[in-house]
Structures are given as structure tokens and as C-alpha cells.
């Protein structure tokens, strides 16, 4: 070893100086890291939003085009109980009236709102559902059906029972208690009410000789004239959208301000038992606004819930529950008094607006406003979360038809490419 070198290690300075670069160069990563879980996070919480509106407005459009399908006009919307109502096949000098389903339902204000979610509430005939009457009625209190019955028929579930010989009558009733599926070839069905010709339970209706006309089961496939000459009970399905908030504990709280997160309901007027049947559509759906079409009407009042601030009135510049000219029926034309009044069943498009949030608040934004809609201004809400307003629109054309859908059903097992019946 030669004279003069000694060995030495770093010097305080040294390791000061290098552990302060590998700090600095920690602390880079990990803001690094930081940001890029942050703008994961976002990025999700946006497509998780951008997700959620897509399916809501999917959801209320695609059912929405089908509103009034096979039905009466007066019956595809729902905005209280009808002191008077027009069914194209009711029994002469008949004084026709119409129960709201939701019982909770206040006349027009019900579902509109310029301070917090609308809701809305229509009906049309489900296409994929048909059966015979397999006995003719003899009570008001219930029917029988051809079976099987492959899913339940719900305590609430309106049917409209449908006469093909005859003067070609059609009733609509009300299933009174939860029917199970069952293979057996009749099914009895209890029916709810008796009140003669209020909508939807017009049992007394079904004392007309045209509903005596009856089929087996598998009439379709063993006796096609039969089949054809009876008469059918279909499905009336209904569609009550709203939006609901809730803690977590599961109760529905009211207050919008709240941290409860909402959601995007659809209740159709069933029950199992004894519980009403609600389906979550969507989650962090915090408000609906719906505005109504009226094409015939004066061009003040055709577009109905679209201005903002102004609530939607009942009457003949909002929505007429009971117009002068009476409710429209199939048998008038598109410009006949009745079609150009604003009853719900002269509506012809929906214009739907729906606001979303983020899933989770975000501790950096600081925005608690849930923007403007149709008619409802801005409104304070929860604060830290992203918002967005989808908007779309749906042509409601059924409740314009000229006739009653009688639909025709093949005799040769779809040979004749007619209907061969729905399941």
C-alpha cells in the first residue's frame, strides 16, 4: 500500500445532498402515481356517467315510442284519474271514466315539477302475450284462461279481454291476487273491483255474449277456426318512471340537498305479495324532466313543460284532463275536434331530459348546482360531484291510429306469415 491514501466513505454532505435528490425523485413518483390513480379514477367516474345516461335514455325512449300500442287513446297517459274517457267497443250510452293506477297521483301536478324530479306514467299493450278465454265468464269476480302460465300474472297486472266474433268488444280488467306459473291447461284469474265502466275494471263488460266465445289449450295448433273465433286476454303493461333517493340504511329520503345516492325507478302497478314490485333502472340518476308534443294544437300551447320555471297547468294550455270537445278515440280522424284538444291522449312526442352524476363525490370539485331542465331551473344538490343532462326525444304515434289493433292469428301455422301467437 502506498504511503499517503487512506480509505474514506461519504461525507455528511454527501449523503444530505443524495438523500435529498432521492427524495425529490420519491416524491416525483409518487405525485406521479398519485395523479395517474386520480385521472384513473375520473376516467372512470365519467364513463360510469356517460354509462348511466346512455342506458336511462335508452330505457324511457324505447318503451316510450310503444305508449298507447293497442290500446285506447285515453289510456296511454297518465296524469290523474279521467272524469271522462272514450273506448271505442264499450257498451252503448256506457258513462266512461278512468282510475289513476297510482293512487298517489294529484291531478297533473303528480308529474311535473319545477323544483325537483318529474315523473311519468304510460301504458301499451304487451305484443308478446296472449292466451284464450278457455271458460265463458260467469261472474264479474274472475276468468279463465287457457294455460300454461310460464311466468306470474302480479297482483295489479291490467288485461284487456278482447272479443273476435260478434260485435268485437274489448274490456279491460284488473288481476286482483298473484297468479303462479303453473302447466295446468285453464288458469283461473281473480279480478279486482267491479265498477262497471271505469278503466281498468270493467269486469260487468265481460257479460257480453261475444266473450262466451272460447278455445283449449293448443287450440291454435288443434282447432284453428276456434282459436281464430275467440276470444283473447292480453297484457296492459304499465310504466311509472321516477326517480328515488336513498341512504344507506335503504329509506327514501326526500331532501335533494342529501348525500343519498339516487336512482332511476320503475314501478308498473304490481304486487307479490303484499310488496309493491319496484325495479332499479339505473343508479346516480338525480333528476327527470319530461315535456309533451301536441303537433294539432294552437302553437302557443303545442310544446307543453318546456319552459323554464313555469309548471304545467291543468287545463286547455297545459294538459286537459277533460276537454270540451271530449277525449279522442280511435274512430276520429286527425283533425277532428277531439284530436286537436291537449288531453294525454293527443300527445304525439315526449321530449325526455336526464341528469346524471358522477358515482362518488369528488373532493376537488366544489360544484353543488343540479343544472337546468326543460321547465325545472337549477337546483342546489349535493356538493362534489360531476353532472351531466342527456336529452333525447321519443314520437309517441300509436295513440293517433285510425282503428282498434284486432291482431290476426294464422290458421295453418304460420304458413299464411300471419301472427302464430304470442307466449
Same mark, same amino acid.
Given at each position: 500500500?502506498r504511503?499517503g491514501?487512506? @480509505?474514506?466513505?461519504?461525507?455528511?454532505?454527501?449523503?444530505?445532498?443524495?438523500l435529498?435528490?432521492?427524495?425529490?425523485v420519491? @416524491?416525483?413518483?409518487?405525485?406521479?402515481?398519485?395523479?395517474q390513480?386520480r385521472?384513473?379514477r &375520473?376516467?372512470?367516474?365519467?364513463?360510469?356517467?356517460?354509462?348511466?345516461?346512455?342506458?336511462?335514455?335508452?330505457?324511457?325512449?324505447?318503451?316510450?315510442?310503444?305508449?298507447?300500442?293497442?290500446?285506447d287513446?285515453?289510456?296511454?297517459?297518465?296524469?290523474?284519474p279521467?272524469?271522462?274517457s272514450?273506448?271505442?267497443?264499450?257498451p252503448?250510452?256506457?258513462?266512461?271514466?278512468?282510475a289513476s293506477? !297510482?293512487?298517489?297521483?294529484t291531478a297533473?301536478?303528480?308529474?311535473?315539477?319545477?323544483?325537483?324530479s318529474?315523473e311519468?306514467?304510460? $301504458?301499451?299493450?304487451?305484443p308478446?302475450?296472449? $292466451?284464450?278465454?278457455?271458460a265463458?265468464?260467469?261472474?264479474?269476480?274472475?276468468?279463465?284462461?287457457?294455460?300454461?302460465?310460464?311466468?306470474?300474472?302480479?297482483?295489479?297486472?291490467?288485461?284487456?279481454?278482447?272479443?273476435f266474433?260478434?260485435?268485437?268488444?274489448?274490456?279491460?280488467?284488473?288481476?286482483?291476487? =298473484?297468479?303462479?306459473?303453473t302447466d295446468?291447461d285453464? /288458469?283461473?284469474?281473480?279480478l279486482?273491483?267491479?265498477?262497471?265502466?271505469?278503466?281498468?275494471?270493467?269486469?260487468?263488460y265481460? =257479460?257480453?255474449s261475444?266473450?262466451c266465445? /272460447?278455445?283449449?289449450?293448443?287450440?291454435?295448433?288443434t282447432?284453428?277456426?276456434?282459436?281464430a273465433?275467440?276470444?283473447? /286476454?292480453?297484457?296492459?303493461?304499465?310504466?311509472?318512471?321516477?326517480?328515488?333517493?336513498?341512504?344507506?340504511?335503504?329509506?327514501v329520503?326526500?331532501? &335533494?340537498t342529501?348525500?343519498?345516492?339516487? %336512482?332511476?325507478?320503475?314501478?308498473?302497478?304490481?304486487?307479490?305479495?303484499?310488496?309493491? &314490485?319496484?325495479?332499479? &333502472?339505473?343508479?346516480?340518476?338525480?333528476?327527470?324532466?319530461?315535456?309533451?308534443?301536441?303537433?294539432?294544437?294552437?302553437?302557443?300551447?303545442q310544446?307543453?313543460?318546456?319552459?323554464?320555471?313555469?309548471?304545467?297547468?291543468?287545463?286547455?294550455?297545459?294538459i286537459?284532463?277533460d276537454?270540451? @270537445?271530449?277525449p279522442?278515440?280511435?274512430?276520429?280522424?286527425?283533425?277532428?275536434?277531439?284530436?286537436?284538444?291537449?288531453?294525454?291522449?293527443?300527445?304525439?312526442?315526449?321530449?325526455?331530459? /336526464?341528469?346524471v352524476?358522477?358515482?362518488?363525490?369528488?373532493s376537488?370539485?366544489?360544484?353543488?348546482t343540479?343544472?337546468?331542465?326543460?321547465?325545472?331551473?337549477?337546483?342546489?344538490?349535493?356538493i362534489?360531484?360531476?353532472?351531466q343532462? %342527456?336529452?333525447?326525444?321519443?314520437?309517441?304515434r300509436?295513440?293517433?291510429?285510425?282503428g282498434p289493433? !284486432?291482431p290476426?292469428?294464422?290458421t295453418?301455422?304460420g304458413a299464411?306469415q300471419?301472427?302464430v301467437?304470442?307466449?
Open positions: 500500500m504511503p491514501l487512506h @480509505a474514506r466513505g461519504f461525507s455528511l454532505v454527501e449523503l444530505v445532498i443524495a435529498a435528490v432521492s427524495l425529490l420519491i @416524491a416525483a413518483a409518487m405525485a406521479l402515481l398519485v395523479s390513480q385521472i384513473f &375520473v376516467s372512470t367516474a365519467d364513463r360510469a356517467l356517460q354509462e348511466t345516461g346512455r342506458v336511462a335514455l335508452e330505457e324511457l325512449t324505447s318503451n316510450l315510442r310503444l305508449a298507447g300500442y293497442g290500446i287513446p285515453s289510456y296511454a297517459f297518465d296524469f290523474g279521467l272524469e271522462t272514450r273506448q271505442d267497443r264499450a252503448a250510452n256506457a258513462d266512461l271514466s278512468a293506477t !297510482f293512487a298517489s297521483c297533473i301536478s303528480c308529474r311535473d315539477s319545477i323544483t325537483g318529474d311519468i306514467v304510460f $301504458r301499451y299493450r304487451n308478446s302475450f296472449v $292466451r284464450t278465454l278457455a265463458a265468464p260467469t261472474s264479474e269476480t274472475s276468468i279463465t284462461i287457457a294455460g300454461p302460465l310460464v311466468t306470474p300474472l302480479y297482483q295489479g297486472q291490467i288485461l284487456q279481454v278482447m272479443c266474433a260478434g260485435d268485437m268488444r274489448w274490456a279491460y280488467v284488473t288481476v286482483g291476487a =298473484t297468479v303462479q306459473p295446468s285453464t /288458469v283461473e284469474v281473480g279486482a273491483g267491479a265498477n262497471g265502466d271505469q278503466f281498468p275494471f270493467q269486469n260487468g265481460l =257479460t257480453n261475444c266473450f266465445a /272460447v278455445a283449449p289449450r293448443n287450440a291454435l295448433q282447432a284453428p277456426t276456434t282459436f273465433a275467440a276470444a283473447k /286476454v292480453y297484457k296492459v303493461d304499465q310504466f311509472r318512471y321516477y326517480v328515488a333517493r336513498y341512504d344507506t340504511a335503504g329509506d329520503v326526500t331532501d &335533494v342529501s348525500t343519498a345516492r339516487p %336512482f332511476l325507478m320503475l314501478d308498473q302497478g304490481l304486487v307479490n305479495g303484499g310488496n309493491p &314490485v319496484l325495479n332499479v &333502472v339505473a343508479p346516480d340518476v338525480e333528476d327527470l324532466q319530461f315535456a309533451y308534443l301536441f303537433p294539432n294544437s294552437q302553437p302557443a300551447n310544446l307543453v313543460g318546456a319552459t323554464a320555471g313555469t309548471q304545467i297547468s291543468a287545463g286547455a294550455s297545459g286537459d284532463l276537454p270540451a @270537445a271530449g279522442p278515440a280511435f274512430s276520429d280522424e286527425s283533425l277532428a275536434p277531439q284530436r286537436i284538444t291537449q288531453h294525454p291522449g293527443n300527445i304525439r312526442a315526449v321530449a325526455v331530459a /336526464v341528469t352524476r358522477t358515482p362518488e363525490a369528488d376537488r370539485v366544489f360544484e353543488s343540479i343544472p337546468a331542465a326543460a321547465n325545472r331551473p337549477a337546483v342546489a344538490g349535493p362534489g360531484y360531476r353532472r343532462v %342527456f336529452q333525447s326525444s321519443a314520437a309517441t300509436n295513440p293517433d291510429a285510425r289493433y !284486432f290476426t292469428y294464422s295453418n301455422g299464411d300471419l301472427n301467437g304470442g307466449g
